[in-house]
């Protein structure tokens, strides 16, 4: 849904440890739910890995923000990390989809803000949208993690 319908290739993974929460009360609280999923990962740290621990954060934030602003609010989240990925889940209560903002406004100057979707879009390897029976709608967003050998 990026520009384009990425859906993943992989096959079932094995789940480390999952955290599930509905209604956080703020993106700080998301980023301390997907820290908490992360850190039972096992292997060495590296500074690629915090490099893609904070893929994950910034990604979980910003999907967990659009939902507060555009979506009518937070309605269910999940984290589910697995060796190679995290997986970042936001349910909220509209069934729009999310659209890209215009980077540059009518003067052609650099908009400020507006590049949540963007930013999701670039760090995630996967993006699904899923419509949900009770209406709104679902985002799951894959973030790679390091495996110590680089990105």
């Given at each position: ?7 993943s290739a ?8 999952q ?12 980023r ?10 096992s ?17 979980a934030?910003?999907l ?20 190679r ?8 209560r509209?069934?729009?989809l ?11 100057r ?18 699904v ?5 009770t ?6 967003a894959?973030?790679?993690?390091s ?5």
């Amino acid at each position: 849904m990026c520009g384009q319908d990425k859906r993943s290739a992989t096959g079932a993974v094995a789940v480390s440890r999952q955290v599930v929460s509905t209604g956080p009360g703020s993106p700080a609280d998301v980023r301390q739910a997907v820290r908490h999923a992360l850190a039972g990962r096992s292997g060495s740290r590296t500074r690629d890995d915090d490099d893609s621990v904070g893929d994950a954060l910034l990604v979980a934030s910003e999907l967990v923000t659009n939902a507060m602003l555009h979506g009518g609010g937070v309605t269910a989240f999940e984290v589910t990390p697995t060796e190679r990925e995290v997986h970042v889940s936001v349910s909220d209560r509209s069934d729009q989809l999310p659209v890209p903002a215009r980077q540059i406004d009518d003067a052609g100057r650099l908009r400020v803000g507006g590049h949540g979707w963007m930013i999701v879009c670039t760090l995630a390897s996967d993006v699904v949208i899923s419509n949900l029976r009770t209406g709104g709608k679902r985002i799951t967003a894959v973030v790679p993690l390091s495996t110590g050998a680089g990105r």
